[in-house]
């Protein structure tokens, strides 16, 4: 669907942009459970008024944070009784062609380490963009993409990501270094991928203007 499908007067219908990640996911055969018809399941364009190009769906399945022996039952008695602990569990869904915004997991003031992540494709093709190689160094330069691959905002100066790296679905990739750049974006078919990751309380874009809102909507 075109950018302006899902927009009224400059206001993201979000209604609008959960059908459409609904139909990616009937389309890959993917179970639906009652989560997406709450406000759990959310979708975002980061205030950039063009998601079908930058954008994504999301479910939070877990965010936590804590210290042993004082969550649960609290029975845990042994040495690690009292330190922090963090774990996330997150669904992503990308139309064709999305890309998330570049970002970066700070330490964040919560006084929790940088978030550590990988992704899980599930469904479809994703191409993953870094600020670092991995050590297999399986990933390609930017600049050796052809001219209509090259991401939204190669060369501009907020732009940190030199390198991509393509995954098919069934493989995983990892963040390759702590608060570095990255952010990933669908193949032609679309994407459904599985994060895992250490506990999630702090995000920095590296455009300004970009933040966890939606174009019109109130509060941006």
Known sequence: MKNECFYDE??????RVKEAYISLMKKFNYPIPEVFNTDEFWVCDFLQGKISDLGMGGVFW???????????SQK???????????YLGHEIFV???????????????EGYPPKMEAWHIRYGDVEFFNEFTSPDGNERHINELL???IPWGYNEAWFKCKFVAKRHAGEVYKLQNPES?????AGNNGAIISEYGTYHNDVEFSKDGMTFANTGQKGD
């Open 10 to 15: 400059g206001v993201l219908k979000v209604d």
């Open 181 to 185: 750049w990255h952010f990933l974006r």
């Open 95 to 109: 139309l064709p062609g999305q890309a998330l915004p570049e970002h970066r997991h700070l330490g964040g003031p």
């Open 147 to 149: 001219k209509d691959e």
């Open 76 to 86: 845990y008695k042994g040495k690690y009784k009292e330190q922090d602990f963090g």
């Open 62 to 72: 877990i965010n936590e944070a804590g210290k042993y022996g004082q969550v649960g």
